[in-house]
């Protein structure tokens, strides 16, 4: 489930896995992991394997130029809590760094660091529940 603002309870979301068969997740995805502790979690891929992931003015920066956000995605703000607390940055050397969309409520990598590629389950597709939200995720 993917919850927000207007839709506090969760989305129902249903993922494909087939993407990352044949490709890698790419930065604004929805991606799909298991937490920790046994329950699924969606996340948007803010940050690749390789880059240094930080956060200014409520925006991304990677390798400390300010990342260019899908026109669909301008109602994101990212809050600098935990590693990216004060301007700091966060190197990611082998997995994606994993944004919530609501960041000022959301344990993600600024908080368990980078995601390795093998956690990863699938990407979310598309809202199916409830019918006022049904709409695609895919970017």
């Given at each position: ?44 891929v ?67 660091g ?16 409830p ?9």
């Amino acid at each position: 489930m993917i919850g927000d603002e207007d839709s506090p309870e969760g989305d129902w979301v249903l993922t494909e896995k087939v993407s990352y068969w044949f490709g890698k997740p790419r930065r604004w995805q929805i991606v799909l992991y298991r937490h920790a502790h046994g329950f699924d979690v969606a996340k948007r891929v803010v940050g690749l394997p390789g880059e240094t992931i930080g956060i200014e003015n409520e925006r991304v920066t990677i390798d400390g130029e300010l990342v260019p956000v899908p026109e669909e995605l301008q109602f994101l703000k990212y809050y600098g809590y935990a590693v990216l607390r004060e301007g700091k940055t966060y190197p990611c050397k082998r997995g994606y760094f994993l944004l919530g969309d609501f960041s000022h409520d959301s344990l993600d990598s600024r908080f368990y660091g980078e995601l390795a590629p093998s956690r990863i389950r699938g990407r979310a597709w598309l809202i199916v529940w409830p019918p006022s939200r049904l709409r695609w995720l895919a970017l």
